[in-house]
């Protein structure tokens, strides 16, 4: 069974910092890319990063610009350090295995979605 936990979100403050978490089980970050999502109540899942570490591939989100960086074991877990939080930025924030196709990227596990971190910013 494919299972994803994402931890590390909380409450800060515009400008502020904080690291998400992710552990993988029943798979491995070793044969699929990694990547990291978040959603707002009411709107699509959105791709914040994603990454292949076999390749040094990685893609962010237009939105990030720059702000956040996505790293990885390459075995069973995944980061991702968010500087510079902006208002925009609450949500919750999921982690799945992803794997590239053309100059996108697929979800591997669509069924196997975790329970996410809430990540909050508010002054």
């Known amino acids: 069974q494919v299972q994803f936990v994402e931890s590390g979100g909380g409450l800060v403050q515009p400008g502020g910092s904080l690291r998400l978490s992710c552990v993988a089980s029943?798979?491995?970050?070793?044969?699929?890319?990694a990547a990291w999502y978040r959603q707002i109540p009411g709107k699509e899942r959105e791709r914040v990063a994603a990454?292949?570490?076999?390749?040094?591939?990685i893609d962010y989100g237009d939105f990030v610009k720059g702000r956040f960086t996505i790293s990885s074991d390459a075995k069973n877990t995944v980061s991702l350090q968010m500087d510079s939080l902006e208002l925009e930025d609450t949500a919750t924030y999921y982690c799945?295995?992803?794997?590239?196709?053309?100059?996108?990227?697929?979800?591997?596990?669509?069924?196997?979605w975790g329970q996410g971190t809430q990540v909050t910013v508010s002054s």
């Open positions: 990454m292949m570490a076999s390749t040094g591939s």
């Open positions: 029943g798979t491995s970050f070793r044969f699929y890319g």
């Open positions: 799945m295995a992803v794997r590239p196709v053309l100059r996108d990227w697929d979800v591997v596990f669509p069924g196997s």
